[in-house]
């Protein structure tokens, strides 16, 4: 099949199934490697076999519903390209917002250690190091796999000596930093187990469920991070998590149940969602 009525092909499928037509296009500019605008006037000229293998990409996207991002092997988020796989969740825009209100809370005069727990791809933890100049950040995550890829995403952009990578359980691997911390971020999972089921299948089905499942009502790992984080953070030290849609008011009772922290906020998403916590450490 020439590339023309492949592309025309491709654009009903996408219809059929509500896929937005700017996935196919990405695939293309992507894998084929063509300029956005010369796929726009339609001035490529691919082979047969660059057809083949974007019609086959294409074809996990529609029957498989493979991420178009797993697919490509790559996503943007602020302004990076990383490396994404199935071993890690996909970064999503909103958790750009966390990194936004780390830097607001952060003095700029001192130097500071950030921690991002549960990395996955390291999006968050690269966005500290680069919105947080004098910082050092430690990232965590229990997933080998997924660290790897945080590694590797860190050294495309020099990152590797402002981010230190620790395999292991939430704190438990910053042992050495026990008071010294100045802020905790982390996207931790948060879906209760019995919604995972539930999720579209594009998610439910190729995205780590280790990044998606937080237990019965979804905040066993938002517990452990409330309850641990006194123990390595500074005083005044800032902890900040995403959450779901409806956690929000509970972990702010959780919170001042726990009795440590104080400034206790609750911030929105770019769709006016509850989507944030954040307080300090008393
Ligand atoms: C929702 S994903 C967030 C990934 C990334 N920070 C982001 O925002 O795109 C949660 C991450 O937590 C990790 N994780 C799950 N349980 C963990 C645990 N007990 N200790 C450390 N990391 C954990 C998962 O492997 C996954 O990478």
Known sequence: MNFEDWYKRSQDQAK?????IAELDWLIVAIAKVERLHLKLRDINLSGDQVLELDGLWQQRIKNKT???YLI???????????????VLIPRPETEILIDL??????????SIWVDLGTGSGAIAMGLALGIKNSQIYAVDCSFEALAIAQKNAAKYNLTKRIKFRQGFWFEPLSS?????????????????????CLDPVVRDHEPHLALDGGIDGLDCI?????TAPEYLISGGYWLIELMAGQAKTVRSLLETNGNYQNIQIHLDYDGVERFVSATLK
Do not use: F
């Open 16 to 20: 059929d199934h509500n896929i937005s």
């Open 67 to 69: 991420p178009i991002q």
């Open 73 to 87: 092997g790559k996503t943007h988020w602020r302004d990076l390209e990383l490396d994404v796989s199935s071993a």
């Open 102 to 111: 780390a830097v607001g809370m952060n003095d700029p005069n001192s130097d």
């Open 177 to 197: 930093l026990k008071s010294q911390i100045t802020g905790m971020v982390s996207n931790p999972p948060y879906i209760p187990t019995s919604e995972v089921n």
């Open 223 to 227: 517990r452990n991070l409330i309850q």
